[in-house]
């Protein structure tokens, strides 16, 4: 049972480093798309949702502070998908697989979305000439801009999608549902994550303001 629970333990914590990654590989794609640029939400629920918490409780903070706000909601997303697909499986007819098993599965499918992540890094820090760590934090911390590549929107696109059949075939596996119970499951879920996010977001935006925003109270 203890090498079961450590198993569990370590599933958890390696997809709490893919959605990190996830968060930095998606926040490159809204920091080039930042500055009045054309850029759109990445199609998946974990992004979506921690867009929502993101801007639910946003902070008038420093950038550094802010980029760190932007991490932590993309595993509290994941962990948030991951809670509302296995708490409700059973009421559709799926099985209800250990969080930690699923949350492993189902975290790994985001993966193609880390593929465009060092080549953006690379070209943030390259801006307009050689490469510089120090114009890359730039970029990064939105106190500067650079050259938006034109295949930035359609790689990002191109690989969410991916990674969506990628989670939609390992949903079916984790938690044995298909055709319209499966369609029924997933929008439910969808919408329960959605309202979750936002409610959590709203909740913990005064006592974050407070905290970080003490001149505004």
């Not at 370590?10 to 926040?27: H, N, Y």
């Not at 979506?48 to 918490?53: D, K, T, Y």
């Not at 799926?94 to 930690?100: A, D, I, K, N, V």
Request: glycine share 8%; with cysteine.
């Amino acid at each position: 049972m203890g090498l079961m629970t450590w198993r569990y333990k370590k599933d958890v914590l390696k997809a709490v480093l893919i959605w990190l990654l996830v968060a930095v590989s998606v926040g490159w794609y809204y920091v080039f798309t930042y500055y009045g640029r054309t850029g759109i939400p990445i199609p998946l629920p974990e992004p979506c949702a921690a867009l929502i918490l993101y801007y639910f409780s946003v902070l008038n903070a420093s950038t550094k502070l802010q980029a760190a706000h932007w991490l932590v909601a993309f595993p509290v997303a994941g962990l948030l998908w991951v809670g509302a697909l296995t708490m409700t499986a059973p009421f559709f007819g799926g099985r209800r697989e250990h969080f930690g098993w699923a949350a492993g599965r189902l975290s790994r499918t985001l993966l193609p979305v880390l593929i465009p992540l060092p080549v953006v890094a690379y070209l943030a820090g390259a801006g307009f000439g050689g490469f510089s760590f120090s114009r890359m934090m730039s970029v990064a911390l939105r106190e500067s801009g650079a050259p938006v590549p034109w295949w930035l929107t359609p790689v990002y696109l191109g690989t969410a999608v991916v990674a969506l059949l990628w989670q939609f075939s390992a949903y079916k596996k984790v938690y044995d549902l298909q055709g319209k119970k499966a369609a029924l499951h997933l929008a439910a879920s969808a919408i329960a994550l959605t309202l979750v996010a936002a409610g959590i977001g709203a909740l913990v935006a005064y006592p974050l303001r407070q905290l970080f925003e003490p001149n505004l109270f």
